[in-house]
Structures are given as structure tokens and as C-alpha cells.
């Protein structure tokens, strides 16, 4: 499967923006997120059943609507969301006031490479229309799973991905390496998946939308 180590930096602003939001496009970036995600975050989230009392990571957290969602929905947990970008995190906060003001939520700056927690720390950890974004993403999944707790979940969710029928997915195949991004077929989301160490290895697909779910669960076998 793919294995990007480095990566050109961003060359348009179009680009810069939806990696790394900054300034007042960047903050305008994170509201069209916001809105134009929401329907394809409940369609993802739907596949993955979660508990009051739930710890939750979003990787990416970009406008933080994910966030509010998965709050809403671990009403005696605690969830986390993280960002590399400052815009992000300033967004992210801002739609989430309320749950953190009530030590529901907590918002960090940090990249999906080196996340600020310990080990198996999370029952769900989730990535909205991120991970193609993602530096080096066979040891950024590898990340992940070392802070996913054993019997927690990953669930990657994408509105492109190689094979899709959709326009914009077929643009971001045609595209993508120029672009940066690290676009994964359905087989390929699940052999990422499985590589990494999780099991129970789930792909959902609206291949005419886009759409995808690629969910694992962490398993006490040791990482190889």
C-alpha cells in the first residue's frame, strides 16, 4: 500500500487551507468544514456504537463540530479533540465552549505523529476527512493505535477515496499526489487498517457519494 515519509509543502492556497488552516481564509475554511461535513460525520458515526462514558480522541478536529457531536453523545465521558494547526484549535475551542467549560471536552494542538497521551488511553479514537492529509500515514496509524485502548475502536471517515464514482473523488485520484494527499482505495483502507494491528476490520462504502468507514478494533495481540 502507499507509504508517504515526506511530503512537498502545500502550493496553493486552496491547499494550505484544508491542511493547515491559519488567518481569516483559514477561518473561513473551518466554517465551510463545519457545515459541509456535518452529514457525512453522522453517516460515519453511525456505524460505531458508543457508550455514555466513552474517552474519545478526533484527530484533526479542524472547526471542532465533530467534537460537539461525539460530547453529545458520551454524556458522562470525556472527549478529546486534537489539531496541528493554531486556527484549528482556536475554532475548535470556540464551537465547544460549553463542553469545556463544563470538563467535557478538552481541545489540544498537537499532530497526529506524536499525540500528547499515554498509552491506551481511548475506547474510540475517530479522523473526519483527515487521514488522507496525514504526514506518514502507516506510522501515524501506528500512532493511533498505541494510544487506543485493547477493545477500542478506529473509524477513518472520508468523502474521497480511490474507486469512488464521485467527482470529487475522482479528481483527488487524478490529482492527488500533487496535491499531497495519500488517497486509499477500500482494500487499501483495509489492509492499513489491518497492518497497524487492529481487527474486526470494517470498510462501508457510498461509492456513488464518496463516502467511506474504515473501522478496527484494538485486540490484546501484541503490535507486529
Same mark, same amino acid.
Request: glycine content about 8%.
Given at each position: 500500500?502507499?507509504?508517504?515519509?515526506?511530503?512537498?509543502?502545500?502550493?496553493?492556497?486552496?491547499?494550505?487551507?484544508?491542511?493547515?488552516?491559519?488567518?481569516?481564509?483559514?477561518?473561513?475554511?473551518?466554517?465551510?468544514? $463545519?457545515?459541509?461535513?456535518?452529514?457525512?460525520?453522522?453517516?460515519?458515526?453511525?456505524?460505531?456504537?458508543?457508550? &455514555?462514558?466513552?474517552?474519545?480522541?478526533?484527530?484533526?478536529?479542524?472547526?471542532?463540530?465533530?467534537?460537539?457531536?461525539?460530547?453529545?453523545?458520551?454524556?458522562?465521558?470525556?472527549?478529546?479533540?486534537?489539531?496541528?494547526?493554531?486556527?484549528?484549535?482556536?475554532?475548535?475551542?470556540?464551537? $465547544?465552549?460549553?463542553?469545556?467549560?463544563?470538563?467535557?471536552?478538552?481541545?489540544?494542538?498537537?499532530?497526529?505523529?506524536?499525540? &500528547?497521551?499515554?498509552?491506551?488511553?481511548?475506547?474510540?479514537?475517530?479522523?473526519?476527512?483527515?487521514?488522507?492529509?496525514?504526514? $506518514?500515514?502507516?506510522?501515524?496509524?501506528?500512532?493511533?493505535?498505541?494510544?487506543?485502548?485493547?477493545?477500542?475502536?478506529?473509524?477513518?471517515?472520508?468523502?474521497?477515496?480511490?474507486?469512488?464514482?464521485?467527482?470529487?473523488?475522482?479528481?483527488?485520484?487524478?490529482?492527488?499526489?500533487?496535491?499531497?494527499?495519500?488517497? *486509499?482505495?477500500?482494500?487499501?483502507?483495509?489492509?492499513? *487498517?489491518?497492518?497497524?494491528?487492529?481487527? $474486526?476490520?470494517?470498510?462501508?462504502?457510498?461509492?456513488?457519494?464518496?463516502?467511506?468507514?474504515?473501522?478496527?478494533?484494538?485486540?490484546?495481540?501484541?503490535?507486529?
Amino acid at each position: 500500500m502507499p507509504t508517504i515519509t515526506t511530503r512537498r509543502p502545500p502550493s496553493t492556497p486552496i491547499q494550505t487551507q484544508c491542511q493547515k488552516p491559519k488567518g481569516w481564509l483559514g477561518r473561513y475554511t473551518l466554517w465551510r468544514m $463545519n457545515m459541509s461535513h456535518s452529514k457525512l460525520t453522522d453517516w460515519g458515526l453511525s456505524h460505531v456504537s458508543i457508550a &455514555p462514558d466513552f474517552t474519545i480522541l478526533d484527530v484533526g478536529c479542524g472547526g471542532g463540530r465533530t467534537v460537539s457531536k461525539l460530547a453529545a453523545l458520551a454524556t458522562q465521558g470525556k472527549v478529546y479533540g486534537v489539531d496541528f494547526s493554531d486556527a484549528s484549535v482556536a475554532a475548535s475551542t470556540k464551537t $465547544n465552549a460549553r463542553w469545556i467549560a463544563a470538563g467535557r471536552v478538552e481541545i489540544r494542538e498537537a499532530s497526529v505523529s506524536q499525540l &500528547p497521551f499515554a498509552d491506551a488511553t481511548f475506547d474510540l479514537v475517530t479522523a473526519v476527512e483527515t487521514h488522507f492529509w496525514w504526514p $506518514n500515514l502507516p506510522a501515524d496509524m501506528r500512532e493511533v493505535f498505541r494510544v487506543t485502548r485493547p477493545g477500542g475502536t478506529v473509524i477513518l471517515i472520508a468523502e474521497v477515496y480511490k474507486g469512488a464514482s464521485s467527482m470529487a473523488s475522482k479528481l483527488f485520484e487524478k490529482h492527488g499526489a500533487r496535491l499531497g494527499v495519500t488517497l *486509499l482505495s477500500a482494500d487499501e483502507h483495509r489492509e492499513l *487498517l489491518s497492518s497497524t494491528g487492529f481487527s $474486526n476490520v470494517q470498510i462501508i462504502e457510498e461509492r456513488a457519494k464518496g463516502w467511506i468507514s474504515a473501522l478496527g478494533k484494538k485486540t490484546d495481540r501484541p503490535l507486529t
